[in-house]
T-cell receptor
Framework: KNEVEQSPQNLTAQEGEFITINCSYS?????LHWLQQHPGGGIVSLFM???GKKKHGRLIATINIQEKHSSLHITASHPRDSAVYIC??????????FGTGTSLTVIP | EAGVAQSPRYKIIEKRQSVAFWCNPISGHATLYWYQQILGQGPKLLIQFQNNGVVDDSQLPKDRFSAERLKGVDSTLKIQPAKLEDSAVYLC????????????FGAGSRLTVL
């Protein structure tokens, strides 16, 4: 069993839809990261959070430490949001555990 | 701030040949990671350095893979001899050493083994 589980694995949405990607983890963490990887591109860090909620533009990330769960929301989705979104957690030993990613396709 | 630099971006070799990848992390980032990412999967840690010491290399196939980080800055990852299943993107990342860290990735080195 992976330390980090994401759902769904694949997601197709119409432009403008509200999108939610979920992440559950089973290890003690010091932080949770949401990463974005465009096809053929590098990995970009979107958020790092250890509690509560963070917002950047149309992206919102929340975390519930008690439930060991985080969500990434995209409001008013756009085709340029099409990418793989990866959830990762850091333990206190500075080790990272990655989910397998959610492949998002936003159709115009 | 300059990002994590990696080279080469692409490499095609035949099986049983050797290859080396280079990484220059963000200045001041003491922790450096090498990850292997196979198409459709999340990154898999190969090795983690703290300065020039190895923190975790439990998933590094040591019969064919080696990595070093001399002087605690640049790092090289070598594969010798390569196998078909080594075809993947090799990602280098760096972070500050303690607490909740921002992980910064390089663009990756895509290896194709024929």
């Amino acid at each position: 069993k992976n330390e980090v589980e994401q759902s769904p694995q694949n997601l197709t949405a119409q432009e403008g839809e509200f999108i939610t990607i979920n992440c559950s983890y089973s290890v003690g963490i010091s932080a949770l990261h949401w990463l974005q990887q465009h096809p053929g591109g590098g990995i970009v860090s979107l958020f790092m959070l250890s509690s509560g909620k963070k917002k950047h533009g149309r992206l919102i990330a929340t975390i519930n430490i008690q439930e060991k769960h985080s969500s990434l929301h995209i409001t008013a989705s756009h085709p340029r949001d099409s990418a793989v979104y990866i959830c990762a957690v850091t333990n206190t030993g500075n080790q990272f555990y990655f989910g397998t990613g959610t492949s998002l396709t936003v159709i115009p | 701030e300059a990002g994590v630099a990696q080279s080469p971006r692409y490499k095609i070799i035949e099986k049983r040949q050797s290859v080396a990848f280079w990484c220059n992390p963000i200045s001041g980032h003491a922790t450096l990671y090498w990850y292997q990412q196979i198409l459709g999967q999340g990154p898999k840690l190969l090795i983690q350095f703290q300065n020039n010491g190895v923190v975790d290399d439990s998933q590094l196939p040591k019969d064919r893979f080696s990595a070093e980080r001399l002087k605690g800055v640049d790092s090289t990852l070598k594969i010798q001899p390569a196998k078909l299943e080594d075809s993947a993107v090799y990602l280098c990342a760096s972070s500050t050493p303690s607490g909740a860290n921002v992980l910064t990735f390089g663009a990756g080195s895509r290896l194709t083994v024929l």
